[in-house]
């Protein structure tokens, strides 16, 4: 099983849409969440930490279900600039090693058209 | 500013080349990072820095070799590589080990 499980893309969905990422974790000791996005050719960028509260920012919605281990993330009224691959992240701690890791999902690409 | 700059921006090299990609960040962060993306793959951790002490390498082959000079400044020495290592090499930093990562740019390499 993967350390961070994404949902398989792309997505293809027109503008205005509300679409849905969903990413499950296997290490309960995680101690730290993210969504990163990715446009093609650039580096990830940081579009939001996620919260066990939840937490938004404008368009975007994230959650956090400790018990599930599964993170979400939310977007609404899509715009064609919001296509790209958004990489779901968790920060373990890896007791083979004794240190916390960034882990990345394999990222799901959104495309959206108008 | 959240800003990590990366040179070059591209690389051609031969696999008899020694070559460097450099790393800057002037946040103050003491953790920085080095990272290999191939394709359609996520970023790979290789090697991490906290306070300009190497404390992680992920098994990386001794044909990368890292140098942290201060704590603004991350490189990474290239010598002999295969055609194979050609990828994206992107670095990062955060405030300590463990937070949030910003990355820089990256360095595209192409290994011939």
């Known amino acids: 099983r993967k350390e961070v499980e994404q949902d398989p893309g792309p997505f293809n969905v027109p503008e205005g849409a509300t679409v849905a990422f969903n990413c499950t974790y296997s290490?309960?000791?995680?101690?730290?969440f993210f969504w990163y996005r990715q446009d093609c050719r650039k580096e990830p960028k940081l579009l939001m930490s996620v919260y066990s509260s939840g937490n938004e920012d404008g368009r975007f919605t994230a959650q956090l279900n400790r018990a599930s281990q599964y993170i979400s993330l939310l977007i609404r009224d899509s715009k064609l600039s919001d296509s790209a691959t958004y990489l779901c992240?968790?920060?373990?701690?890896?007791?083979?090693?004794?240190?916390?890791?960034?882990?990345f999902g394999a990222g799901t690409r959104l495309a959206v058209h108008p | 500013d959240t800003e990590v700059t990366q040179t070059p921006k591209h690389l051609v090299m031969g696999m008899t080349n020694k070559k460097s990609l450099k790393c800057e960040q002037h946040?103050?962060?003491?953790?920085m990072y080095w990272y290999k993306q191939k394709a359609k793959k996520p970023p790979e951790l290789m090697f991490v820095y906290s306070y300009e002490k190497l404390s992680i390498n992920e098994s990386v082959p001794s044909r990368f070799s890292p140098e942290c000079p201060n704590s603004s400044l991350l490189n990474l020495h290239l010598h002999a590589l295969q055609p194979e290592d050609s990828a994206l090499y992107l670095c990062?930093?955060?405030?300590?080990?463990?937070?949030?990562?910003?990355f820089g740019p990256g360095t595209r390499l192409l290994v011939l």
């Open positions: 990062a930093s955060s405030p300590s080990l463990g937070e949030t990562q910003y």
């Open positions: 290490n309960s000791a995680s101690q730290s």
């Open positions: 946040m103050g962060h003491r953790a």
């Open positions: 992240v968790v920060n373990m701690f890896l007791f083979s090693g004794g240190y916390n890791k960034l882990i």
